[in-house]
């Protein structure tokens, strides 16, 4: 029987209720003929109480319990869900990360999955059971103890069930109904897509739209899962949400699928730097070093041996970032005049596979803005997405217009 | 290193506070040059919101499931415990059920351990790790899936531990102070005791003196385990608690060690059943395929080929006990006059392994009973204990004069 992987957060399983709810979705589809694999997360809550106990035993714990610890919540919930589906009648069964075993590497907190054999499950469906549960976020490290994917982990554990199953879809039900073109909470006109390609996607999820972790989106462009996002809170058609799929079953021929922000950025400009080979390097190396998540990176014209370094990250990351290039500037190892900082600035971007094939849209993007008398500080671009750095202020208005512009309210 | 087991039951570790105390004290013992095996319950109230979960779901749960969901509560403690103990300098790692392995039998939510490879926890010892933190309660089955050990399982994990690790004490921490020789909610007098025995302690445990789960009790007998309980609440001293051990280690030569009760009996009685072989093994497989508990059982002096059959058990079981009997009469498998049931009787027994020595202490305990004006009902006895079925109104009486006719309120 052909499987479909179906994935429940947390808000979709925050109780037995929903739990209920999601399962007699899960009982639709075993309805229709499918054999489902059903990823489960936390309910919600229960990962951020137990976060809560390790951080206040010790701020700097051991990653190895923290799993054993955090881990628990995706067990009762696989188990609440394999007991509610077998109430309605399904064949049922829960597994665990290492019962399964979900092998990952041995990196807790943020293991990544390398294998995942299919013969246990697989030799239960051909016994007659129509669902598995597989508690998400978690798998079996070499060592032989429990590891975590990193939050929102399950929505990776649920790409990468599909793929080692060939699942003909992978739907992740959430608490939003599908992708849009950008945040409908500051574009009333912002639009749910019926399709988006996987590499859109990638540039949308990095850039906050956080529908889906990046690295799920990543796996499944790498191994073609169909990946649907769709709401557990609505009635379901086989049409609803947003298929994430490859670039060719995309419909929709826009240069541009959506518009992005992210609201609290940082421009940090190193004025006057010593303009020798290696000293980009030396830069972004110490700001890694000190956790710095460095951005856009722009270098400025170089004027007589010297030149204007600038680059944006989270705001809340300045302090570390202003420590690290101080300390190798003492150091010696840099040479700068100034470090200019502007802690007011948000990045607004413009992403779509069309603008590979259709060349004006930096142009278009550009003359929005000035349109609207936005300023833009910095500008980097790259195939199929151009982000610009702005006055935070002009966020919301820079989105408007460039929905607006880009007639992202109309389907294709 | 000598090793020591330390078990803290669910209050002992009901919020991070608690643990952070039960880690002192396991730091306490590894100062004195133990290695130490730390069992963990769930903290409280986890269990009873897991198992809420599950019945809630489905009346008749699938019980690997059932095992599935609720061991993850001692999961979550174990990781905690480790935790803590790290952040107080003390090298230390959770283990679940599955990764020592603990093996047992497939019985699930009542599982037997079977085995306990002592290998891996070991290893780790001898490279310095001090203490291994231990998911209580839990087990893996021959199927490779989680199974539990029933309420109270904790303590049997503590016991086999010390069993399979020849562990110099098993030191049991709970909400008391200890074992005494009766209810002190009941009788002011009540004295606790330095030393126990495990026979006496057995009788007392299955009398409804809730401190120890009989099964754990019955191990440490069998392995010659010490085993101590004590409060998780005070200071302690070596000397802290009762210790429970071999006959020969107890000092105190009284005939008498406890008084034990239980409230809530009934007494039935099968008026002239018809008296041939078999008639017995008849009544008493219905009444336990029925799920009946019976207890006391006496048989009176038959009269014309019939006799009278009484019996007790929880009055809570009552109405199962009379439809059990009406169809096995119906049935024509059993003939009696009448089904006489009494529903306000209480057993009083008193324990000790010093009455196999010493004559007399029936006689005593009657006519104790007879000088308050106490009908006895129903009078058992086994080579350490005493038992009687009195009216339930004079069952705090009946304990208060024992407990002052033998002096258990002075020690030996």
Redesign the interface.
């Known amino acids: 029987m052909p499987v479909l992987v179906m994935k429940f957060g947390g808000t979709s399983v925050a109780n037995?209720d929903r739990?209920r709810r999601a399962a007699k979705r899960v009982g639709v589809e075993v309805a229709k003929g499918y054999d489902v694999i059903v990823i489960v997360s936390a309910m919600a809550g229960e990962t951020n109480k137990?976060v809560g106990?390790?951080e206040?035993?010790?701020p700097l714990?051991?990653a190895?319990?923290?799993d054993?610890?955090v881990?628990?919540?995706e067990?009762?919930t696989?188990?609440?869900m394999?007991?509610?589906l077998?109430?309605m009648g399904v064949p049922a069964?829960?597994w665990?990360g290492?019962?399964v075993p979900v092998r990952t590497t041995d990196a807790h907190a943020a293991a990544r999955i390398e294998e995942i054999p299919t013969d246990n499950i697989n030799t239960k469906f051909a016994e007659g059971m129509r669902v598995a549960v597989v508690a998400g976020f978690q798998g079996i490290g070499p060592d032989?103890?429990?590891t975590t994917l990193g939050r929102g982990g399950s929505d990776t554990t649920a790409v990468a069930f599909a793929a080692a199953f060939g699942a003909e879809r992978c739907d992740i039900y959430t608490d939003v109904d599908g992708v849009y073109t950008t945040d409908p909470r500051i574009c009333e006109k912002a639009r749910k897509l019926d399709r988006i390609a996987f590499e859109e996607m990638l540039e949308l999820a990095s850039l906050g739209a956080k529908v889906l972790q990046t690295r799920s989106v990543e796996m499944a462009m790498r191994y073609h899962v169909k990946l649907r996002v769709l709401s557990s809170f609505e009635e379901q058609s086989d049409e609803a949400g947003t298929l994430v799929c490859d670039e060719e079953d995309v419909m929709e021929s826009k240069p541009v699928a959506g518009v992005a922000y992210s609201r609290d950025e940082a421009k940090l400009t190193l004025l006057s730097v010593a303009d020798r080979p290696g000293i980009a390097a030396t830069i972004f190396t110490a700001l890694s070093d000190a956790g710095v998540n460095v951005d856009m990176i722009v270098q400025n014209i170089s004027e007589e041996g010297r030149t204007d370094m600038t680059f944006s990250c989270p705001v809340g990351e300045v302090a570390r970032a202003e420590a690290a290039l101080s300390e190798i500037k003492e150091k010696g190892a840099l040479n700068y005049s100034e470090l200019v900082v502007d802690r007011d600035v948000a990045k607004v971007s413009v992403v779509g596979i069309g603008m590979r094939s259709q060349s004006g849209v930096a142009a278009k993007m550009f003359k929005v803005l000035s349109d609207e008398g936005i300023n833009i500080k910095v500008i980097t671009t790259s195939e199929i997405k151009i982000s610009v750095l702005i006055d935070r202020k002009y966020m919301e208005l820079a989105v408007q217009a460039l929905h607006d512009a880009f007639e992202l309210d109309k389907a294709a």
């Open positions: 037995l739990i137990l106990y390790v206040e035993i010790s714990f051991d190895r319990e923290y054993a610890v881990s628990s919540g067990n009762v696989a188990g609440l394999a007991l509610t077998q109430e069964r829960s665990q290492w019962q032989g103890r429990i």
